[in-house]
């Protein structure tokens, strides 16, 4: 009996050190975890949540993560703004679980974005506007999200940010754009090698073979993409991960792996697609597209644009951008933003 | 080629034998021992913690030199420890470890050690936690977290102050324990932690049969 008291105490102390922070003010920095299916995901809230509005990053990857890769300095005028949520999906970055591979498919991670976004409305208050930041794989995550049930009801937009929606579309577009403007820069006597590399390998194989083939492609887009003159270079300040308390170096780099360690969501994302369900979107789009994009191409963003049941829908290509326009065109970017969430919150 | 492979290995068996020593077992006993408890602090990259814990001693060979002087003594032993450490936001883990210690001591009191291990672990969360229910009902979980396996091999350099000076049975030691937590995500999350601590051996503690074998070196 003794004993069983003693743990009951341990745990309440320890329950009672999970702090609650819920702080409405410019300057926010709220961590809070959201628990479902096995995932253990964290959630870190900072900037301005007095407005009511929030940018919730849903991050690429998959496997990434938002609460390091995302935090950033390029965040900055969005978060003295509105509140940004950067969400860590399940595998990836802090998040933290056990033997949850069976959970890792596009099914379970839109419940968990619907989770998040509830959970946001439950501690802020059901009347803030919610906008989905969904970049690369976000942009998939992001699309079965809009398009189940009535889930496009919780929030106000959607900024799709090179967003995969398409996956086969994305294979086809990045394979064209390797070979069109590859050759076009082969011609023009830049980088002649390194670009003769990648149009052969194009040319020479189907990106829809196999996810591996595909994986290739994918690696060949970023390399492709450091290649043109025409995209930004950026450098970063460094995130100290060490002294950055709620992050886990080590949780972020094994998480990673463990995405691809079980392949099943890889062969899942072979065949994604949301084209054939855009039409029941109806919440407001904005589509911000790298034009040196060869990863998600900017054929993806026509597409959106094209099948869409949204009455606002805007794209908007960024010409000197690759895959990651927040980087390397900030301020057009966020200016972007701002005007769409004005409109719309 | 092969012809200088022959010939290093006959010269090293020739060596071999030369110059053999042997260790006989000269003594074996049973005596009642003391179990030790210790204390480490850990440091889980910068995350602080600690852990305590009791060792229970197995075997202790004394290697003897040709005058019956101890050379070293290797110790097995068992350890069995409970201990945590905090990394803000990210969780809080609290484990329950029983370790098997091989340790080498020379005549000085250095010693050193390796000690497989296995722990059962449970974390708390770093911060508040909600869950979704299907009705889309959101509710706070208390003492939020998830139990994982923790195997890990912890090596150690450290000093026995108590083979030179019996009235003062401590030791001190610096152990690098990698540890994991299994499964995490389907994979294992490594845990590398540095410990450093003490142990101490009451007299009067709770006493357990240790098997004490003395070899000694004979000329061959």
Redesign the interface.
């Known amino acids: 009996m003794k004993n069983i008291i003693a743990l009951s105490t341990l745990i309440f102390l320890f329950s009672a050190c999970q702090k609650e922070e819920i702080t409405i003010s410019t300057n926010a920095k709220d961590l809070f975890y959201v628990k479902n299916k096995g995932a253990s995901m964290p959630i870190l809230v900072e900037g301005n949540t007095s407005q009511k509005a929030f940018v919730l990053v849903v991050h690429g990857g998959p496997g990434s993560d938002a609460m390091s890769t995302m935090n950033n300095t390029f965040m900055d005028v969005l978060e003295g703004k509105y509140a940004v949520a950067y969400w860590d999906q399940r595998n990836g970055g802090n998040t933290q679980g056990g033997a949850n591979h069976d959970n890792l498919n596009i099914a379970t991670m839109t419940e968990d974005l619907r989770a998040v976004v509830l959970t946001l409305k439950s501690r802020y208050g059901s009347n803030i506007s919610v906008f989905l930041y969904a970049h690369s794989f976000g942009g998939c995550l992001s699309a079965s999200f809009l398009t189940k049930s009535n889930y496009q009801t919780l929030v106000k937009g959607w900024i799709d940010i090179d967003g995969a929606h398409n996956f086969p579309l994305m294979d086809t577009e990045s394979k064209k754009m390797q070979i069109a403007i590859g050759t076009v820069e082969k011609n023009a006597g830049r980088n002649v090698a390194e670009w003769t590399s990648l149009i052969d390998f194009a040319n020479n194989n189907n990106p829809r073979e196999n996810p591996t083939v595909s994986g290739k492609f994918n690696g060949n887009a970023y390399t492709a993409i450091k290649l043109i003159d025409e995209v930004n270079k950026v450098s970063l300040p460094k995130v100290n991960d060490l002294a950055y308390s709620p992050n886990s170096l080590l949780s972020r780099v094994i998480n990673f792996n463990s995405v691809y360690f079980n392949n099943g969501l890889e062969q899942e994302l072979f065949n994604t697609e949301f084209s054939s369900k855009l039409s029941t979107i109806k919440t407001p789009t904005l589509c911000l597209f790298g034009k040196y994009d060869f990863v998600v191409p900017p054929a993806l963003a026509d597409d959106v644009m094209a099948k869409i049941g949204s009455t606002f829908k805007k794209k908007v290509i960024f010409n000197n951008s690759g895959h990651d326009p927040y980087l390397t065109e900030t301020v057009k970017l966020n200016a972007e933003i701002i005007a769409f969430i004005e409109q719309f919150k | 080629m092969k012809v200088t492979l022959t010939a290093f290995l006959t010269i090293l068996s020739l060596g071999k034998s030369l110059f053999a020593q042997k260790n006989e077992v000269v003594n074996e006993k049973y005596q009642d021992e003391p179990i030790s408890i210790f204390g480490n602090f850990i440091f889980q990259?910068?995350y602080p913690g600690f852990r305590i814990g009791v060792e229970q001693p197995l075997k202790q060979i004394n290697y003897l030199d040709s005058f019956g002087k101890l050379k070293k003594h290797k110790d097995r032993a068992v350890q069995y420890s409970l201990g945590f450490y905090y990394?803000?936001?990210?969780?809080?883990n609290f484990f329950a470890t029983s370790e098997y210690v091989f340790r080498r001591v020379n005549k000085n009191g250095g010693f050193r050690e390796f000690r497989p291990g296995l722990s059962l672990s449970r974390?708390?969360?770093?911060?508040?936690?909600?869950?979704?229910g299907t009705n889309?009902d959101?509710s706070?979980?208390?003492?939020?977290?998830?139990?994982?396996f923790m195997p890990s091999l912890n090596f150690g350099v450290g000093k026995d102050y108590g083979l030179k000076n019996p009235s003062l049975p401590l030791n001190f030691s610096a152990n690098l324990n990698l540890a994991g937590l299994l499964?995490?995500?389907?994979?294992?999350?490594?845990?590398p932690m540095l410990e450093i601590g003490f142990r101490y051996k009451f007299k009067n503690a709770f006493k357990t049969s240790l098997k004490v074998i003395d070899k000694q070196t004979k000329n061959k």
């Open positions: 990259g910068i990394h803000g936001g990210f969780h809080t974390t708390f969360l770093g911060a508040s936690t909600y869950e979704v889309g959101v706070k979980i208390n003492g939020a977290g998830d139990f994982y499964p995490y995500n389907g994979l294992v999350l490594p845990t």
